[in-house]
């Protein structure tokens, strides 16, 4: 599945649980870095291709 498909199902999930506004924009942005982190740093495209060590890598580099 690709990145884009699960963040937008995380997020319409969210919006079903009534999370705020403010939340919302919160996790879109931060849903959105960590995207752009997996496609152009570590070359990933597809949830099923995402490891431990890619959001370790993701996590130690903020």
Same mark, same amino acid.
């Given at each position: 599945?690709?990145?884009?498909? =699960?963040?937008?199902? #995380? &997020? #319409?999930?969210?919006?079903?649980? %009534? #999370? @705020?506004?403010? @939340?919302?924009?919160?996790?879109? $942005?931060?849903?959105? $870095? =960590?995207? =752009?982190?997996?496609?152009?740093?570590? %070359?990933? /495209? /597809? &949830?099923?291709?995402? @490891? =431990?060590?890619?959001?370790? /890598? #993701?996590? %130690? %580099?903020?």
């Amino acid at each position: 599945m690709l990145l884009e498909d =699960v963040i937008d199902e #995380y &997020l #319409y999930h969210c919006m079903a649980e %009534g #999370y @705020t506004n403010k @939340t919302m924009i919160n996790k879109r $942005q931060e849903l959105k $870095q =960590v995207k =752009v982190f997996l496609k152009e740093k570590r %070359g990933i /495209a /597809a &949830l099923e291709s995402v @490891t =431990v060590h890619d959001l370790k /890598a #993701y996590v %130690g %580099g903020k």
